[in-house]
């Protein structure tokens, strides 16, 4: 955790607005990607964003830095998309179009079609992966948290994360040598 | 597709774009904590202390309550299972007393069940000892009224009819009397003729016993050729057919042909030695013992 940002956390706790509204504008984006690649709706992301930094402004003056900012914060997104959760009947999930634009519209390293074709397969196919697994992608992998921050923001041990992830990862690959037409999600 | 390439493509995913118009709504929405913290650090300081020890304790104190909890409702439990024992104590003793009580009366009951069955039995057999009795004296006294009848029939029967004939008058039983006199004659002469004939094939004396006599007589009478067909009715008076006649004198010689063989103890007739027979009248005659061998003498 960068100084600056350690510095803007105690200028908060102690009640100055704009110091807030710097953290906020740094991290809101994040944050909102987070939730919208899961959540699959901008109104529901944006919702779910609302709700976390209420959290977060409410419980700003518990935190202690025993981990960072980033940390603690997709900690309490973690915890607020559960919830969300609970309460839907039917989980909405990204379908290949909303990834395909983001990757058409995003420049990248992707530059050539068969790469993209590859990425969207494969963004889809995230997607289809049972729920634990699919958060510790996105945290781990999308929000580009290290391995020790997405056990923290999950609350659980980091040997799990990491066996989390090699399965998600086996699965992609196996998936991905699978024929391309193959219509049914991952077991 | 390898590994790594996999982790490249997630890790360089697109980036999502947020809508115009969140931040603002999110910087609009920011309530940080009251600067009062800040204006008054002192009373921060002595406040946090006291609620974070109180949150710090609020589990024990909650488990120390429900441990407590327990104990009381356990200690009420125990104490409603202490008198539930003594209670059911109580009850299974009563109940077995209430049962000895019972069984002592089904006893007593059957005792006297069967007291009560015993005399009615009695009273039963008396009831039919009664009209036995009642029936045996009506009996009687028809017996006694049936007898008084038949003799006064008697009596109306035998002065109506003529008064049965004296024995000695009667000829048709004279007639089978002395038939059968005549039999009982003829028994003993051949009774006395087969002796004599033993005799003489045996160059001996008479028969010892009524057993020799009784052996011999087949083959005496009948011949060597049919002895089975000898009547042993020889041996009987003919007037019963069961009095058999005596051998007086066995073993006797034939030196003393006055000797009584044999006799008839109905008759009175007597076979002698010699082969006669003699029907004597008692008054005039009796048998003597004379010389070891019985003879007729005259009164």
Known sequence: ?187 | MNENTIETILRQSPRVRTPSGLLEKLTNDIQLPERSATTCPTHMETNRPSSNGLRRWLPALGFALWFLGCIVVFGIQANRIAELREQRHALESSKAASVQQALAADTLRATAEGELERLKQELADVQRLRAEMEQLRADAQELTTLKAQNQQLHEELRSQTAPPPKPEEDFFALATMRAERTRCVNSLKRLGLAARIWVNDKKGDFMPDRATLKAALPTIIMGRENPMHFEESLLFCPSDGVTSYEIVSPSSSEDRPETIFSRCPIHNIYGLCDGSVQQIDPKQFEMVKKDGVWILQKR
Not at chain 1, 58 to 66: E, K, P, T
Not at chain 1, 70 to 94: E, M
Request: proline letters at 3%.
């Open chain 1, 1 to 187: 955790m960068s100084e600056h940002v350690e510095a803007l956390i105690e200028r908060a706790k102690s009640g100055e607005l704009p110091a807030a509204s710097e953290l906020l504008s740094q991290f809101y984006a994040r944050i909102f990607g987070y939730f919208r690649r899961l959540c699959g709706s901008d109104e529901d992301a944006a919702d779910l964003t609302q709700k976390t930094f209420c959290k977060v402004w409410n419980s700003l003056a518990r935190f202690d830095g025993r981990s960072s900012f980033n940390t603690w914060l997709h900690s309490i997104a973690h915890h607020v998309y559960v919830d969300w959760r609970r309460q839907r009947t039917r989980l909405d999930l990204q379908t290949d179009d909303w990834w395909e634009t983001c990757v058409t519209d995003e420049p990248g390293p992707l530059e050539n079609i068969t790469g993209q074709e590859n990425a969207r397969r494969l963004y889809a196919l995230v997607e289809q992966l049972d729920e634990e697994q699919r958060e510790t992608v996105h945290l781990h992998y999308y929000q580009e948290l290290t391995i020790q921050e997405t056990a923290d923001a999950l609350g659980i041990a980091t040997s799990t994360v990491k066996y989390r992830v090699r399965q998600a990862i086996d699965l992609l690959k196996s998936r991905m040598a699978e024929p391309k037409l193959r219509a049914g999600g991952i077991p």
